[in-house]
């Protein structure tokens, strides 16, 4: 038995070392090494203090900003401890209430808007902290954040298309803008 417990043991504490810091470690420094922004958590600073990640999206219900997608999460929105999808599936009468009520809340923020809402601004994402919208759904809100910033619509449409992201290595995903970085080009726009 002594002869089996021994080796077993020596072999448990060399490859917990290894496979538990050592190899955690060298990644976590080549990682640094190589793509330190992204290492950091992608934050973005502004004016010397950290005001979120371009990787999770943040609430914005004020109609001089762009609203990014419904988050799912909870206790609260954008909880990145508690990242996940609802789990509702289309039929559920929880989801269609959910997306009844953002529809309504999105038309009572602007009215006179007759365009079709898009999806992305009525349902959560899988992960319940995506930071981007679709074009689409930046549009559809130009007219409301220009109302309440008493903007021209077209200087917002151009400031939507600096910020739309292409696809990842030119194939992947779709067009996306970040919800995030966009409101601070707008914020940074007005001083």
């Known amino acids: 038995m002594k ?14 070392v290894v496979t538990g810091l050592v190899y ?42 762009f609203w990014g997608r419904p988050s ?6 954008y909880n990145a401890s508690a990242s996940g999808g609802s789990n509702q599936g289309p039929l559920n009468p929880a989801l269609v209430d959910a997306v009844k009520g ?6 009572a923020a602007d009215p006179t808007n007759t365009k079709s809402i898009p999806a992305d601004l009525v349902t959560a994402s899988g992960s319940g902290l ?6 689409l ?35 992947f995903g779709e067009l996306r803008v970040n919800v995030l970085e966009l409101n601070i080009a707008l914020d940074s726009s007005r001083k």
Do not use: C
């Open 72 to 77: 799912a999460t909870a206790p609260m929105p």
């Open 137 to 171: 759904a930046a549009e559809y809100q130009i007219e409301r954040v220009a109302r309440s910033r008493q903007l021209d619509p077209a200087q917002l449409k151009r400031l939507v298309a600096q910020y739309t992201e292409g696809r990842q290595w030119g194939i």
């Open 24 to 65: 955690p470690l060298l990644v976590t420094g080549i990682a640094q090494l190589a793509f330190p922004f992204q290492a950091g958590g992608s934050l973005i600073v502004k004016e010397g203090k950290t005001v979120g990640s371009s990787l999770i999206g943040q609430n914005f219900g004020d109609p001089k900003y």
């Open 3 to 16: 002869t089996l417990l021994r080796p077993a043991i020596s072999l448990f504490i060399v490859l917990s």
């Open 130 to 135: 995506d930071p981007h919208i679709s074009p």
């Open 102 to 107: 953002r529809i309504e809340a999105l038309k």
